[in-house]
């Protein structure tokens, strides 16, 4: 949280509106991260899901940017699953298709 300038717990478990603009923030973030590989797998098939910017977007909010990367330069070889189980794959599919052109790719994102 201290990426951006989040210090007060307490404060941002009780204020739903700080905690929207950080997940934007941090969509914003992992934008500007995947940015290649965004362009580079977007309409490609990996492991028979079709790979949408949502998609990669929601997968990085699960397992990490740099797990996602890992997971598409492999071709889906390298596999993560969140404590409960869901997968990278999971995430792809079930968020795949939503327009996420409202959100721009921003190295230093802050709320």
Not at 44 to 69: D, F, P, Q
Not at 78 to 96: L, P, R, V
Request: hydrophobic letters at 40%; one cysteine or more; a positive charge.
């Amino acid at each position: 949280m201290r990426r951006f300038n989040i210090y007060d717990t307490q404060n941002f478990l009780e204020t739903p509106e700080l905690q929207e603009r950080a997940f934007v923030a941090l969509c914003e973030v992992n934008k500007w991260i995947l940015r290649r590989d965004i362009k580079r797998f977007t309409g490609r098939y990996i492991n028979g899901i079709k790979i949408t910017e949502s998609g990669i977007l929601a997968a990085a909010h699960l397992a990490g940017a740099g797990n996602v990367k890992k997971h598409l330069r492999s071709y889906g070889k390298f596999q993560f699953n969140d404590a409960f189980g869901t997968s990278i794959d999971s995430y792809m599919k079930k968020f795949a298709g939503y327009d996420v052109s409202n959100i721009i790719g921003h190295k230093k994102a802050t709320v």
